[in-house]
């Protein structure tokens, strides 16, 4: 039980990352083509990621939950 707990809090944890990670890079990269100044582009790029990670580790674990209900 504890196993799946610690799994379950790890994949959270790395889709965190990645979605946040991914759009800061791609935000950063989005808002400097605009013709925003660098410094200011990675602080917007950054408070973006914060957000959609948020809300894609809230998505992932309602689609978790779900899944794990079809089997129950």
């Known amino acids: 039980m504890l196993l799946n707990s610690l799994l379950r809090m790890i994949s959270v944890i790395v889709v965190l990352l990645v979605v946040g ?9 989005r808002l400097k083509k605009k013709g925003i100044e660098e410094s200011k582009a990675r602080s917007e790029a950054s408070v973006q990621a914060k957000k959609y990670s948020i809300i ?12 794990a209900g079809l089997f129950m």
Do not use: P
């Not at 990670?21 to 990269?29: E, H, L, P, Q």
């Open 56 to 67: 894609a580790a809230f998505l992932y674990m309602v689609a978790m939950v779900s899944v």
């Open 21 to 29: 990670v991914g759009w800061s890079k791609i935000g950063t990269a």
